[in-house]
């Protein structure tokens, strides 16, 4: 686990981590809520 030291937003792809892998999501996907 890990603290959340700074929080901010931008513009363009996010960062994701998974599979002990980081990959990029393209902003143009849909979000995690279009999912469920």
């Known amino acids: ?3 959340v030291v ?3 937003y ?3 792809d996010a960062l ?3 599979n002990s892998s980081f ?3 393209p ?5 995690m809520e ?3």
């Open 10 to 12: 931008r513009s363009g």
């Open 16 to 18: 994701a981590f998974a």
């Open 27 to 31: 902003e143009s996907q849909l979000g």
């Open 23 to 25: 990959t990029t999501i």
């Open 6 to 8: 700074d929080f901010n």
């Open 1 to 3: 686990m890990g603290e």
């Open 34 to 36: 279009d999912l469920l």
